[in-house]
């Protein structure tokens, strides 16, 4: 199985970026999407989980009203769109594929496979 992220970059405050995971040997569509981040000294944060079936979705309070995650699924991947980005969401974001119950969905162990992170850099 393997998750290739992509989409991070430089962007300004206010900006946005959409990020992707493309997965292979592994079905998106049944299984949870969770995306995290970790920012340089600080420990891994989760960000957002997207379950499938069902379509629903959990944001932390740090980015809900800002990301929203998305998938297509004829190309198995997942998306991950930051609007109004700022400073302090500059870390690499990885996406994770698994099927945690809902009171661990924050907690990375319940994550399975891992992509390799993309970089997000918000700066003036």
């Known amino acids: 199985v393997q998750l290739q992220a992509s989409g991070g970059g430089l962007v300004q405050p206010g900006g946005s970026l959409r990020l992707a995971c493309t997965a292979s040997?592994?079905?998106?569509?049944?299984?949870?999407v969770a995306w995290f981040r970790q920012a340089p000294g600080k420990d891994r944060e989760a960000v957002s989980l997207s379950r499938s079936p069902g379509g629903m979705r959990w944001y932390s309070d740090s980015v809900k009203g800002r990301f929203t995650v998305s998938r297509d699924n004829a190309k198995n991947t997942a998306y991950l769109q930051m609007n109004s980005l700022n400073v302090n969401d500059t870390a690499v974001y990885y996406c994770a594929v698994g099927n945690p119950i809902l009171s661990t969905w924050r907690d990375s162990r319940s994550y399975r496979y891992w992509g390799q992170g993309t970089q997000v850099t918000v700066s003036s």
């Open positions: 040997e592994i079905t998106l569509n049944s299984h949870g």
